[in-house]
Protein backbone atom coordinates (compact mmCIF):
# COMPACT_ATOMS: atom_id res chain seq x y z
CA UNK A 1 0.00 0.00 0.00
CA UNK A 2 2.75 2.40 0.92
CA UNK A 3 5.33 3.40 4.21
CA UNK A 4 6.36 6.69 5.31
CA UNK A 5 9.32 6.54 7.55
CA UNK A 6 10.16 8.65 10.28
CA UNK A 7 12.52 9.00 13.23
CA UNK A 8 11.33 8.52 16.91
CA UNK A 9 11.30 12.18 17.60
CA UNK A 10 9.01 12.98 14.81
CA UNK A 11 6.62 10.88 16.27
CA UNK A 12 6.52 11.88 19.61
CA UNK A 13 3.22 14.61 18.85
CA UNK A 14 1.46 11.85 16.92
CA UNK A 15 -1.96 10.95 18.77
CA UNK A 16 -5.67 10.12 17.34
CA UNK A 17 -6.95 12.26 14.91
CA UNK A 18 -3.29 12.94 13.49
CA UNK A 19 -3.35 12.29 9.50
CA UNK A 20 -0.78 10.96 7.28
CA UNK A 21 -0.67 11.71 3.81
CA UNK A 22 0.79 8.68 2.21
CA UNK A 23 -0.25 9.90 -1.88
CA UNK A 24 -1.72 6.60 -2.84
CA UNK A 25 -5.13 5.27 -3.59
CA UNK A 26 -7.13 2.38 -1.53
CA UNK A 27 -8.88 1.30 1.65
CA UNK A 28 -7.22 -0.95 4.72
CA UNK A 29 -6.52 -0.86 7.87
CA UNK A 30 -2.92 0.82 8.67
CA UNK A 31 -0.60 0.16 11.28
CA UNK A 32 2.10 2.28 11.95
CA UNK A 33 5.78 0.73 12.76
CA UNK A 34 8.93 2.79 14.21
CA UNK A 35 11.52 0.13 14.56
CA UNK A 36 9.58 -2.55 13.75
CA UNK A 37 7.50 -2.34 16.35
CA UNK A 38 3.74 -1.30 16.19
CA UNK A 39 3.41 1.70 17.99
CA UNK A 40 -0.02 2.89 16.45
CA UNK A 41 -3.12 1.77 14.57
CA UNK A 42 -5.25 3.78 11.72
CA UNK A 43 -7.43 4.24 8.96
CA UNK A 44 -7.26 5.43 5.32
CA UNK A 45 -8.55 8.97 4.45
CA UNK A 46 -8.12 11.33 2.08
CA UNK A 47 -5.89 14.25 2.41
CA UNK A 48 -6.18 17.04 -0.46
CA UNK A 49 -7.07 14.57 -2.40
CA UNK A 50 -4.31 11.90 -1.74
CA UNK A 51 -4.43 8.74 0.68
CA UNK A 52 -3.56 9.29 4.03
CA UNK A 53 -3.83 7.52 8.02
CA UNK A 54 -6.11 8.81 10.30
CA UNK A 55 -4.37 7.24 14.32
CA UNK A 56 -7.08 5.74 15.86
CA UNK A 57 -5.19 4.00 18.63
CA UNK A 58 -1.36 4.03 20.01
CA UNK A 59 0.01 0.91 20.65
CA UNK A 60 3.23 1.74 21.84
CA UNK A 61 3.66 0.65 25.26
CA UNK A 62 4.36 2.97 28.09
CA UNK A 63 3.35 6.09 25.29
CA UNK A 64 0.45 7.89 25.79
CA UNK A 65 0.72 10.25 22.91
CA UNK A 66 -1.50 13.45 22.34
CA UNK A 67 -3.51 14.65 19.33
CA UNK A 68 -1.62 16.35 16.59
CA UNK A 69 -2.39 19.92 16.02
Known sequence: MGRLTFARRDV???GPGAVLALGR???APVV???GGEVW???ELCE???ELG???TA???PGFAGRAAR
Open 53 to 55: VRV
Open 12 to 14: VGL
Open 32 to 34: LRV
Open 40 to 42: AEG
Open 58 to 60: MRR
Open 47 to 49: VEG
Open 25 to 27: AGA
